[in-house]
C-alpha cells in the first residue's frame, strides 16, 4: 500500500498544477476582457497554456486548454454569456483549441528535451567524478606499486649480495689466508735474520716491508668483502673497468677452480675510464660470472672455458663481455631472461640479472645477451665512458 505522506504530496502536487493552470487562463481572461475591445481575445489564452504546460505537465496543459476553450465559448463567442454549439462557434473554438493543443505538446516536448538534456549532464557529471576518482586512486596503487618494487628490489640487491657472499666464503678465506701465511713465514725469516750475530739488518729490513705489503693485501682484501656485503649509498666516481674486473677476477679463482673453469682474460690495455659506482658494477660483473659458472656445470664433454673481454667500442663507450661455453640460452628465451623472478634454476631466484640491468641502465648503459655460433652465451654490458677520459 502506498504511504499516505506520498498520496498527500501527490494531491497537493496536483492541486498547485491544476490551481496554476486555473489561475493563469482565468488571468488571461481578466485581462483581455479588461482590455477590450483592443486585443484579439486568444493570445493571452495561449500564454496561459503555455505556462500551465511548462509547469504542471501535458495533463495540466489539456486542463488549460479546455478550461480556456469553454470560457472562451462563453464570454468571447455571440452569443455571449451563453455556452454557443452552433457550427460557427465550434470552427471558432476548433481554430483556438487545436494550435493551443499543438503548443502544448510542443512545450511538453520542449521541457522533455531539457529534463533529459540536464539528466545526461548531470550523469556525465556523476561518471566524471567517478572516473576521476578510480583515477586517482589507480594513480595512488601505482605509487604504492612502485615503491613497493623499488624497495624489494633494493633488498634482494643486498640479499643476493649477501647470499653470492655466503657461497664466496672459501673464496674469501684462502684470499685473507694467503698475505696471513706470508706474513707468518716473512716474521720467521726476519726473527732468523736477526738472531744471526751479527744480525743481516738489510734482509730484516726487506722481511719486514714484504710483512707491511702483505698486510696491507690482506687489509685490501678485507674492505673489498666488507664494500661487497655493506648496504652502503650509491657513489659514483671515475673508475678503470679493468681494475674491477682484476678485483672480481681475485674474490673468484677458489670459486673457478673448483668447478674447473679455466678463466681467458681479453682486456684492453688503454681503456677509458668509465664513471659509475665501484661495488654496483663490480656486482653485476660477479653476478655474469657465477652464472657463466653455473650454465657451465653440467659440461662434460668439453673444457669449461670462461672468458672476460673489455674493449672500447665506437667513440664514447666501453664494452665488458662475459663469454661462457654452458648450456647456451634455449631454456631461457632472450625476453624473459631479464625479468625479475625469472630463473630455470631448481635453487634460483631469478633476480640477479634483473638487478643488473637495472644497475646499468642506472649507469646509462645497456646489458643484453648473446648465443655463441658454438656453444653457450655471451653477456655484454656497455658503459658511457667518463666525461673528459678518451684515453
Ligand atoms: P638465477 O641465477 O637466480 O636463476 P638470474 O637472473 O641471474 O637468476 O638468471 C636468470 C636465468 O637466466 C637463469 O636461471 C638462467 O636460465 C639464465 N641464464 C643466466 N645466465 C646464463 C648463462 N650464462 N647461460 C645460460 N643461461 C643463463
Known amino acids: 500500500m502506498e504511504n499516505p505522506n506520498t498520496v498527500r504530496d501527490r494531491v497537493a502536487l496536483a492541486a498547485l498544477k491544476y490551481g496554476i493552470a486555473a489561475i493563469s487562463v482565468a488571468l488571461a481572461l481578466l485581462i483581455t476582457q479588461s482590455l477590450?475591445?483592443?486585443?484579439?481575445?486568444?493570445?493571452?489564452?495561449?500564454?496561459?497554456?503555455?505556462?500551465s504546460t511548462w509547469f504542471g505537465g501535458i495533463g495540466t496543459g489539456l486542463f488549460a486548454v479546455l478550461f480556456a476553450t469553454l470560457l472562451l465559448d462563453y464570454y468571447f463567442v455571440s452569443p455571449t454569456r451563453t455556452f454557443s454549439i452552433h457550427p460557427a462557434a465550434l470552427l471558432y473554438l476548433a481554430q483556438f483549441s487545436l494550435p493551443a493543443l499543438l503548443s502544448s505538446w510542443f512545450v511538453k516536448k520542449r521541457k522533455d528535451a531539457e529534463r533529459a538534456l540536464k539528466e545526461a549532464r548531470d550523469q556525465l557529471d556523476v561518471k566524471v567524478q567517478q572516473r576521476t576518482a578510480e583515477l586517482q586512486s589507480e594513480i595512488a596503487e601505482r605509487k604504492r606499486a612502485e615503491e613497493a618494487f623499488h624497495k624489494t628490489q633494493a633488498d634482494l640487491a643486498h640479499l643476493t649480495r649477501v647470499m653470492t657472499m655466503s657461497e664466496l666464503a672459501t673464496s674469501i678465506a684462502h684470499e685473507v689466508n694467503q698475505p696471513l701465511a706470508a706474513i707468518v713465514t716473512t716474521g720467521d725469516a726476519c726473527a732468523r735474520w736477526l738472531a744471526l750475530d751479527p744480525p743481516n739488518l738489510g734482509r730484516a729490513r726487506e722481511s719486514v716491508g714484504r710483512i707491511i705489503t702483505e698486510g696491507n693485501r690482506a687489509s685490501e682484501v678485507v674492505k673489498r668483502i666488507r664494500a661487497l656485503s655493506k648496504k652502503t649509498t650509491v657513489q659514483k666516481s671515475a673508475l678503470h673497468m679493468n681494475e674491477l674486473i682484476h678485483e672480481v677476477i681475485a674474490l673468484m679463482n677458489v670459486e673457478l677452480a673448483k668447478n674447473q673453469v679455466r678463466l681467458r682474460t681479453d682486456l684492453e690495455s688503454e681503456l677509458p675510464l668509465v664513471y659509475g659506482d665501484r661495488v654496483q658494477l663490480q656486482q653485476v660483473i660477479l653476478n655474469l660470472v657465477v652464472n657463466a659458472i653455473e650454465a657451465m656445470n653440467e659440461i662434460r664433454d668439453r673444457g669449461r672455458e670462461l672468458v672476460l673481454r673489455s674493449e672500447k667500442v665506437g667513440p664514447d663507450r666501453v664494452q665488458v663481455s662475459v663469454r661462457d661455453c654452458g648450456?647456451?640460452?634455449?631454456?631461457?628465451?632472450?625476453?624473459?631472461?631479464?625479468?625479475?623472478?625469472?630463473?630455470?634454476?631448481?635453487?634460483?631466484?631469478?633476480?640477479?640479472?634483473?638487478?643488473?640491468r637495472t644497475i646499468i641502465e642506472s649507469h646509462g648503459g645497456r646489458l643484453w645477451a648473446t648465443?655463441?655460433?658454438?656453444?653457450?652465451?655471451?653477456?655484454?654490458?656497455?658503459?658511457?665512458?667518463?666525461?673528459?677520459?678518451?684515453?
Open 36 to 51: 477590450q475591445p483592443t486585443v484579439f481575445p486568444t493570445p493571452l489564452f495561449f500564454a496561459a497554456i503555455v505556462i
Open 327 to 356: 648450456c647456451g640460452l634455449e631454456a631461457s628465451p632472450v625476453e624473459h631472461l631479464f625479468e625479475a623472478f625469472f630463473t630455470t634454476k631448481p635453487g634460483g631466484i631469478g633476480m640477479g640479472l634483473s638487478i643488473s
Open 371 to 391: 648465443s655463441n655460433p658454438d656453444h653457450g652465451a655471451t653477456f655484454h654490458f656497455a658503459l658511457p665512458i667518463a666525461d673528459g677520459s678518451d684515453s
